[in-house]
Nanobody, 120 residues
């Protein structure tokens, strides 16, 4: 249902743009979120967007550095990540219908994940 891409290896301070393409129509969902999971840590939300009006929410770990956007015509949601730090390393997933305050949804669809590694 969801296909995440765009991960890779980047140096500290660098940037990456992730893409999440939704099979079918993005309008089938009220929101799409990006989440990440580092080794040994719980999965956490980093950015969420409401599909209809484009309103966004960023947890503190991402504020000022990450930007989420959506292209309804392409059924795609993007995550622009700037000023990346080693602590941003992890597998990044997109998912439908995030929980309140960009929380991990208990139902819905998940992409397969894309690895982001921030290292010199």
């Amino acid at each position: 249902q969801l296909q995440a891409s765009g991960g890779g290896l980047v140096q500290p301070g660098g940037s990456l743009r992730l893409s999440c393409t939704v099979s079918g129509s993005i309008l089938d969902y009220y929101g799409i979120g990006w989440f990440r999971q580092a080794p040994g840590k719980e999965r956490e939300g980093v950015a969420c967007i409401a599909v209809t009006d484009g309103s966004t929410y960023y947890p503190d770990v991402a504020k000022g550095r990450f930007a989420i956007s959506r292209d309804k015509a392409r059924n795609t949601v993007y995550l622009q990540m700037n000023a990346l730090e080693p602590e941003d390393t992890g597998i990044y997933y997109c998912a439908t219908n995030p929980a309140r305050l960009c929380g991990v949804p208990s139902t819905g669809y998940w992409g397969q994940g894309t690895q982001v590694t921030v290292s010199s």
